[in-house]
């Protein structure tokens, strides 16, 4: 039977959450209440899950769960009785869904060791729903482990935070995240490299972007930007008319600008193409030897910044596009 990947083996590159998991599992000392916290797609979810078969599975060894049995099975297609899923409604968890979950949580085991509350999004519950599941984590049944996943854990009651054990999860290393992405994507070793540069330590992300559509914005954005030195203000000004309408757009432009520009410092003063999020091209920042100046570049860097500081206090993009091309086309 093939296994469905809800082990503690199944998770790469969080050895010290893990472990702490692993620990207290075999000591027999799990706490009621857990607070995974760290950044979206990075991997708790799927660390909850391991802990719920880890907890349910009926042949559970050091590695946690068997991934095989009926029960790990059940879990990884969120089909077990015992384990439960808290998930926003619309923008929030809202009071009603608590009071479902408190009904179903004061009942015995169906068929597991334990029931499992997952909640995805706790930073979504709201000041009615947060007090009312303070009361659950107050009084606990003894037979609930209860998992609370966020991205946002400063947004949490201080007193919900106070009642569950905090474990935080770190973004994957680069390196460990391009090996994944080679492996389950199938990838080159290039274009992992540039997924994991992208998606920033985080699991979800890498395996969820379009690389090519990744790489045509890129190509679009370097292009315009690169192509502004040879235009006249006019034709420069005629390029802001892409944006006047698309903010959306604009963001990504200031994103992307950045990434480039941060490459250039990269390969000016270490040249390490595995440091750059994007190592090919032959733009105009690409070689060491074709960079005007350290200084220019970080100059080039603060306009983007303050292009993004402006768009954040609402000035209009047309404004700042328009500023920011002039400006940038001149060096």
Not at 285 to 296: I, K, V
Request: proline residues 4%; neutral net charge.
């Amino acid at each position: 039977m093939e296994p469905c990947n809800v082990s503690f083996a199944s998770i790469v590159g969080h050895d010290r959450p893990i472990g702490i998991l692993k620990r207290v599992l075999e000591n027999n000392a799990l706490a009621h209440a857990y607070l995974f916290s760290g950044e979206q797609g990075i991997g708790k979810k799927m660390t909850a899950f391991a802990l719920a078969a880890a907890v349910n599975c009926r042949d559970a060894g050091p590695g946690g769960g068997c991934s095989v049995c009926l029960s790990c099975r059940k879990i990884a297609s969120k089909g077990h009785p015992d384990v439960h899923f808290l998930v926003p409604d619309g923008d929030e968890i809202k009071i009603e869904q608590i009071r479902q979950m408190q009904d179903q949580l004061v009942l015995k085991p169906f068929e597991g060791t334990k029931k499992v509350l997952i909640v995805d999004g706790a930073e979504s519950l709201n000041a009615v729903s947060s007090n009312a599941f303070l009361k659950t984590l107050e009084e606990p049944p003894g037979d609930v482990v209860i998992v609370l996943i966020t991205a946002m854990p400063q947004s949490l009651l201080t007193t919900i935070r106070s009642r569950c054990q905090e474990i935080r999860f770190h973004p994957l290393p680069r390196h460990t995240l391009a090996q994944v992405l080679m492996k389950k994507r199938l990838l080159s070793e290039e274009d992992a490299w540039f997924l994991a540069a992208l998606a920033q330590g985080s699991m979800g992300r890498g395996l969820e972007m379009d690389i090519e559509q990744e790489k045509a914005d890129r190509k679009e954005v370097i292009g315009l930007l690169s192509g502004l030195s040879s235009l006249g203000p006019g034709e420069v000004l005629a390029r802001t008319e892409f944006f006047l309408k698309d903010r959306e757009r604009f963001e990504r432009l200031l994103m992307i600008g950045v990434e480039w520009l941060r490459d250039a410092v990269v390969s000016c003063v270490n040249g390490d193409n595995r440091l750059l999020v994007y190592a090919r091209g032959d733009d105009r920042y690409r070689q060491c030897d074709e960079l005007p100046s350290l200084q220019r570049i970080l100059s080039d860097l603060e306009l983007f910044f303050k292009s993004r500081v402006l768009l954040d206090r609402r000035v209009s993009v047309q404004l700042v596009a328009e500023n920011l091309f002039l400006k940038f086309g001149k060096r």
